[in-house]
């Protein structure tokens, strides 16, 4: 199932860029990530509105309120909260949703990627099987897996003259991508010291990069180079719809204007808030 | 209970979590994964499957393995090169390894070439005093059979699969970058080549009459004229050949897997005869009495006679992708998702015995 709806198609369309762009197995990997975070551009958006949506609501002085009031009473409390919620038009989980969809397509691409680098003959034998009709196994066979200075079949590593070792110069860029991308979709920092949400991000924001960078280093550089440009492409995402938060990454950087969400969203929710007021 | 915003911030962090560790899990967990490569000489038959066993063929006992644990680091799947007092693997990181078949396999001497990063899927081969192998960095090693030394070396333009079969003259190498190499023996120099239009995963074949046989991933069986250095002749196949063709009095047997197992005039490349099995067929048919025995993926061990007619017919639990080991009495069967790992059977299709790698 997961097989024939994900991976069997992400590895013919992934080996059908292959065929067409010079048996580059480098540059269809781009383009093919590409293509993957395009389709999955307006999962990104919603995840994003939902997102700024909560952070617009805990700046909400009725919601402030509503903690102050039912600090002691942490049922009603939710109760009042869910129905803020519900009178504002804000799904909790509207962040979270679009997130969870997109992981089985990047699992999915990094299945399929394997798949198409067939390390062994049983993984060849079952790519030939997969194959849909249109693909012709003599163009696509032998996979080209030579991309500027690495095999990516393999982990890589630069040797350069001076140096004994090499340098995993993928592995650091998916650390440092990684790493810029959750900081710049990362709220403001509050000021408050004891927001244990913020700590938790922050913790977040260190964990992630460290764990991709080490699957980067020990995984074939194919899924390094898809991460890198994956992350790439995200934050020119996040930049060109101004919901980059550069302070976090640089922090006197001045933004030109208040983010403000393009359809005026945020402003919507503000005017429905002060109805609620009234 | 918590505040429901809190809650909603808790819920994406341990989402997160979950995620990072399903994608560890997810992208992490991926191994090699591939039937065993087996051979039989005297008296043993040699498994690698990652660790290479020595396990008695009498008996299904195993003798000894190599190495001690399972080594990420050292994992193999050829078929080992067995010689008379050597066992000789390539492994999937570049190094070729000689145990010593007399001293629970003892490790005689390796061979690693430092500036590659390929993998050695194809079995080694003796040519002589020279072990041949190809790796999937592209180059074909030859190596001397004492001492492990390079002796030389020939780059190919892309990964050598299979393993390399020699006459007294030539090396042929059958190419994943579609051509068919003969190189000079005593040097590594290429003689000729030969484009064939088709990825090639299988060795070649050699045969009578300046005749060298190969089968591409274009579904096609080859024959090759060594002295014209041209192709002799072409026979399209239902389904792509997976294991090396079986030669034996002039006539070539071998399976698809489209199902198909043929029998082939080796001079013309005419079909002797075709029969439809009920799955595909991976594994190299292998002659044992009187009988061709081939394998099927559906676990159908099947015994054909010279005419086409089936003979007797086993079963085994699994996909016997593997190429069976073979000596006059008995072969041994392996694959994946076996229910036992190797299982033997003698001339008249009897099961002899099954193998289970000892904890």
Redesign the interface.
């Known amino acids: 199932m997961w097989d024939t709806i994900i991976i069997t198609p992400f590895t013919n369309v992934l080996l059908f860029i292959y065929t067409i762009t010079g048996q580059n197995f480098g540059i269809a990997i781009i383009l093919f990530t590409i293509l993957i975070r395009l389709v999955t551009h307006p999962l990104m958006v919603s995840q994003i509105k939902g997102g700024q949506a909560m952070q617009t609501l805990q700046s909400d002085p009725r919601y402030k309120e509503l903690q102050e009031k039912y600090k002691n009473d942490k049922e009603k409390l939710a109760q009042e909260q869910a129905a803020l919620l519900k009178e504002l038009g804000v799904n909790p989980f509207a962040s979270c949703l679009p997130l969870l969809v997109q992981f089985p397509i990047i699992i999915g691409l990094y299945q399929s990627l394997y798949k198409a680098m067939a390390n062994t003959p049983f993984d060849m034998l079952n790519l030939t099987r997969h194959l849909y009709p249109f693909l012709d196994i003599t163009r696509v066979l032998p996979i080209n897996n030579e991309f500027l200075w690495f095999n990516l079949s393999q982990p890589e590593k630069l040797f350069v003259p001076f140096l004994s070792f090499g340098i995993p110069i993928l592995a650091i860029l998916v650390m440092i991508t990684t790493y810029v991308q959750s900081k710049l979709i990362s709220p403001p920092p509050s000021g408050d010291s004891k927001d244990q949400t913020a700590m938790m991000t922050n913790m977040m924001n260190l964990y992630m990069p460290f764990l991709m960078g080490y699957m980067g280093l020990t995984l074939a550089s194919g899924l390094s180079l898809y991460f890198v440009v994956s992350n790439v492409i995200g934050i020119l995402q996040y930049a060109l719809l101004g919901k980059a938060n550069w302070r976090n990454v640089i922090p006197s950087f001045k933004p030109k204007a208040e983010v403000v969400d393009a359809k005026g969203d945020k402003k919507k929710m503000v005017k429905a808030a002060n109805r609620g007021k009234k | 209970?918590?505040?429901?915003?809190?809650?909603?911030?808790?819920?994406?962090?341990v989402?997160?979590l979950v995620?990072?560790a399903?994608?560890?899990a997810?992208?992490?967990a991926?191994q090699?994964?591939?039937?065993p490569g087996l051979t039989a000489v005297d008296g043993t038959v040699y498994m690698a499957q990652s660790q290479v066993r020595a396990i008695n063929l009498t008996n299904g006992t195993e003798l000894w393995h190599y190495p001690e644990k399972v080594d990420a680091n050292n994992i193999t799947?050829g078929a080992p090169l067995v010689t008379a007092d050597k066992v000789i693997v390539g492994n999937?990181h570049n190094v070729v390894t000689a145990l010593d078949a007399k001293n629970k396999g003892a490790v005689l001497w390796t061979f690693k070439d430092f500036e590659a990063?390929g993998?050695f899927?194809g079995r080694p081969t003796l040519a002589g005093d020279l072990v041949l192998v190809g790796s999937t960095d592209k180059v074909v090693y030859a190596l001397d059979v004492n001492t492990g030394k390079l002796v030389w070396s020939f780059k190919a333009r892309?990964?050598v699969?299979s393993a390399v079969t020699s006459d007294d003259r030539f090396a042929y190498v059958s190419g994943?970058?579609?051509y068919f190499y003969a190189l000079d023996l005593k040097t590594g120099q290429k003689s000729w080549e030969i484009n064939l239009?088709?990825?090639m995963?299988v060795e070649p074949v050699v045969g009578e009459n300046n005749l060298v046989y190969v089968a591409t991933?274009?579904d096609e069986l080859v024959a090759i004229d060594v002295e014209k250095q041209a192709v002799a002749w072409r026979m399209d196949t239902t389904g792509?050949t997976?294991g090396a063709p079986l030669l034996h009095e002039g006539t070539l047997y071998f399976g698809t897997?489209k199902n198909k197992a043929y029998a082939v005039n080796a001079a013309t490349g005419s079909a002797v005869w075709s029969f439809d099995a009920t799955a595909p067929i991976?594994a190299a048919p292998v002659f044992l009495g009187d009988r061709f025995v081939f394998a099927s993926e559906d676990g159908q061990v099947f015994a054909m006679t010279a005419a086409g007619a089936q003979d007797w017919k086993q079963t085994v639990k699994g996909k016997p992708?593997s190429s069976p080991a073979v000596t006059p009495e008995l072969m041994v069967v392996g694959g994946?998702e076996m229910e036992f790992p190797l299982v033997a059977f003698n001339a008249q299709g009897a099961q002899v015995w099954t193998f289970t790698a000892p904890k």
Not at chain 2, 1 to 12: F, H, N
């Open positions: 209970m918590r505040t429901l915003i809190p809650q909603t911030k808790s819920l994406k962090i989402l997160l995620v990072s399903f994608v560890l997810a992208c992490g991926v090699l994964n591939n039937w799947f999937y990063k993998r899927i892309d990964a699969w994943m970058d579609h239009d088709g990825p995963i991933m274009a792509k997976w897997d991976v992708y994946v």
